[in-house]
Each structure stands twice: as C-alpha cells, then as structure tokens.
C-alpha cells in the first residue's frame, strides 16, 4: 500500500489570498487525484493530476482557480487561487496504481477561509 | 454514468450485534466495487474491494461484503459490531481500470456500548 503525506493539515487563510497543498506518495503511482469534502459528506472530484502534462479538471473547476502540477510520479500540488469562504472545506489527494487497484488517500487540509 | 447510492444516512448498532451498511450500484458494465471508511480528521481508509470471482469477500478488520449481481448491491456486513468501527463508510465504484471513481454520499456507522 502507498502512504500519501499531505500538508498543511490545516490552514485558516484570507479571502483574496491563495494556498498551495502538497501531496508527497512514497512509491511511484500512475494516478494522482484532488478531491474536496465537506466535513460528513461526500467526495467530489476535482481534477486528476497527470504527470508531465495539463491535469484534468471535472465539470465545474477550472484551471484558474485550482492549478494543479505534478512534476514526477510521486508528488503533486493543487492550489486554491483568489480564496473566498466557500472555497472552505477539506481538499484531499489521493493515488493509486493502475488496473484495478484500491485507492489510498491522504490525511486531508482542511481550509477555513475568513 | 455510473454512480452508487447508499440509502442510509446513519446506522446505529448494539456493540456486539451483527452490522449492515447499504449500497447498490447503477447498471453498466461489469464494475469495480470499493468500500473506504473515514475516521474523524482523517483521510479515507481501504477496506475491501470486488473485482471479479467470489461474490463473498474479506476486507480488514473483520468486514466483508458481498456483491449481488441481480440486485446490483454490494452491501457491507460484520458479524459483531465494536465500538472501534464508529465512522463514516464510503462505497465507491469504477467501471474501468484507467477510469475514475465515483463515491456515494456515506453512512455514519454508530455502535453503541
């Protein structure tokens, strides 16, 4: 199984300002996923991460708002640009091999925007 | 489009009873079926999967689930409920191997001692 690192934990940010989120996987994966959950609810896919190329982002998010790299196998970053206090919630990475493999996920940031 | 429901937005046990949390899965295709489960300020955690073969599988921590064609289910079971087993479940399904999961909305899982 991989273990996901993700950081901050937690960040109580200002409107207007931007956070970058840092997803580090100890083993090479093939996928690479953003998600954002409200506390006690579900996942909504934000976008997956392609190494070496553009992410690709779901019905909804775009770009400008939540820019995305993934430079290598094993690490990738989401920014939440020009924040407002509906951007609040809690952002998670996830990753996993191909075929028909489980996902693992990290811990989560939660984001608190004032 | 694929997509999972679980009916049931809680579940409430007697520590020690037998444990049932609820999810069917909408028709198309052979699927990949996930259940996770997430503790408080955490991220979600694996429990079992079904790919193919036995209907009946193991997952950890005692889980097991069993995938029902017909009635396009695979609802999650434990015979004796702990306390420890209070969080949110997630089931989720996949359609292909290089394609995306889609989870359902989750049920609040609650042994009482």
Redesign the interface.
Known sequence: SAVISQKPSRDICQRGTSLTIQCQVDSQVTMMFWYRQQPGQSLTLIATANQGSEATYESGFVIDKFPISRPNLTFSTLTVSNMSPEDSSIYLCSSRTGGNTEAFFGQGTRLTVV | AQSVAQPEDQVNVAEGNPLTVKCTYSVSGNP?L?W?VQYP??????LL?Y?TGDNLVKGSYGFEAEFNKSQTSFHLKKPSALVSDSA?Y?C?VRYT??G??T????T?LTVKP
Request: cysteine-free; aromatic content about 26%; proline content about 0%.
């Open positions: 990949y996930f996770y300020n955490r991220g979600l955690q694996f999967k790919i949110l997630f989720a191997n290089a995306k999961s989870f359902g909305d989750g609040t």
